[in-house]
């Protein structure tokens, strides 16, 4: 799913968009393994873990609004003339 999106945002040049995205993936990754045994020592497991939950709720907001926004957001770059 991704992938589809990362191609129609980015006709141009996906396979460009497809390669940021996987390097920034994998240091997110690495980075976030390192986080994760920070916070559990330092925090536990419940309060890591919820502080986790919170933040995948922030992402479903986001989410949300690009589904309710996101062709309002769409016709107006075609109205100013913005191409991708």
């Given at each position: 799913?991704?992938?589809?999106?990362?191609?129609?945002?980015?006709?141009?040049?996906?396979?460009?968009?497809?390669?940021?995205?996987?390097?920034?993936?994998?240091?997110?990754?690495?980075?976030?393994t390192a986080?994760?045994?920070?916070?559990l020592d330092?925090?536990?497991?419940?309060?890591?873990?919820?502080?986790?939950?919170?933040?995948?709720?922030?992402?479903?907001?986001?989410?949300?609004?690009?589904?309710?926004?996101?062709?309002?957001?769409?016709?107006?770059?075609?109205?100013?003339g913005i191409?991708?």
């Amino acid at each position: 799913m991704c992938g589809t999106l990362l191609v129609d945002v980015h006709p141009k040049s996906p396979s460009t968009a497809q390669a940021a995205n996987s390097l920034v993936r994998a240091f997110l990754a690495g980075g976030g393994t390192a986080l994760v045994q920070i916070l559990l020592d330092s925090m536990g497991v419940g309060w890591t873990f919820t502080l986790f939950g919170v933040i995948c709720m922030g992402c479903l907001g986001l989410a949300w609004l690009e589904w309710k926004y996101g062709k309002v957001w769409r016709d107006g770059m075609i109205r100013r003339g913005i191409e991708r």
